[in-house]
């Protein structure tokens, strides 16, 4: 394993300097996934195979740098939640999307329902199950999941984005935890929608394919201020990506969200599914594919290789 913690004295925007860091970032992310597992609450998601990695990073100019399994579609899970925020600011707009939710990390897992029941009646942030299936409530009285499937390729830059009919049955037959949450919102008075119309969006949602070039396209939507650095196409307006920037720093990486952004201090969202993506200011999109999961459910391999990313190239947001 490469050394994270050495600085050794080179230009950390030469590009051969920053594809040898990026190398050796994905041999470290390749090692550190044999420290994981597969997730397998969901049956489906523990059919990945936990020696897959891969990781891309892309800039508005030149080609992307990737190494290992890039290619390979997974289902989002998670990092869905991004999409569905960026969405509902869209459409929607600020002071009606956080009448509805709020923007406080928790410190508990993503599916907890314990603050939802005893604190607060509305969830604490849209990055964790309780807050994005209040956010899936506002948009299914707005969009279907065509128009949103729509949104999120635009948004990832990837027309190949499409469902996971395995992934969606298999959330949808296991997924009594978020029944509970949505019927929990819904007994508070709370819930924006119909309850199973919601949940079975938000399922659709998290079930979407896609691979670590489409989460590395969406950094870098992200760091281009919400514009499609290709076609110059605007897809988001920039005051709401600060906001969703914040919320990925925050929030973004479960209850893992405060050493992580100690460690590797860049707005990232993870998912079950084993991917990261993540995105630093007006120079890159990182996307991260390693399902090999740690204690918290996020990739074992991908914290390790976007470590050694951020340490060496100086990527942290306070560097």
């Known amino acids: 394993m490469y050394s994270t913690y050495e600085q050794p004295e080179f230009d950390v925007h030469d590009p051969a300097e920053i ?29 990945a195979d936990p020696g897959d990695f891969g990781i891309c990073v892309m800039g508005a100019e030149g080609d992307p740098i990737v190494f290992g399994e890039v290619e390979k579609r997974f289902s989002i899970q998670s990092i869905s939640k991004v999409i569905n925020l960026a ?4 459409f929607l707009g600020f002071r009606e999307t956080f009448s509805h939710v709020g923007m406080e990390p928790t410190g508990d897992a993503f599916n907890s329902i ?10 604490f942030n849209p990055m964790i199950n309780a807050g994005a299936i209040q956010i899936a409530g506002m948009l299914s009285n707005v969009m279907d999941f065509g128009e949103l499937l729509d ?6 830059m990837d027309d190949g984005i499409a469902l996971n009919e395995a992934v969606y049955r298999s959330e949808s037959e296991t997924g009594d935890r978020n029944r509970a949450i949505v019927y929990l919102l819904k007994s508070k008075g709370v819930l924006q929608g119909d309850p199973e119309k919601t949940l079975d969006l ?23 201020d919400g514009q499609n650095p290709f076609t110059g196409r605007h897809i988001v307006h920039p005051g709401y990506i600060r906001t969703i920037k914040s919320l990925m720093f925050t929030c973004g990486m479960y209850d893992e969200s405060g050493e992580y952004g100690v460690r590797v201090g860049i707005p990232s969202k993870s998912g079950v599914g084993g991917g990261i993506a993540g995105t630093v200011g007006h120079r890159f999109g990182i996307g991260v594919y390693g399902p090999a999961l740690n204690k918290k459910g996020n990739s074992a391999g991908g914290i390790a ?10 990527l942290n947001a306070f560097s």
């Not at 969405?87 to 869209?90: E, H, P, Q």
């Open 19 to 47: 594809r040898r860091v990026i190398y050796e970032a994905y041999c470290n992310g390749k090692e550190a996934a044999a420290n994981g597992r597969a997730a397998d609450y969901i049956p489906e998601l523990a059919k």
């Open 87 to 90: 969405a509902a600011l869209k």
């Open 114 to 123: 314990l603050k939802l029941d005893t604190v607060s009646d509305l969830p």
């Open 151 to 156: 949104f999120a390729r635009a948004f990832c």
């Open 202 to 224: 938000y399922f659709r949602m998290c079930s979407l394919n896609v691979n670590a070039r489409s989460l590395a396209q969406m950094g870098l939507l992200l760091a281009c």
């Open 305 to 314: 290789a976007l470590e050694h990313l951020s340490h060496l190239l100086k």
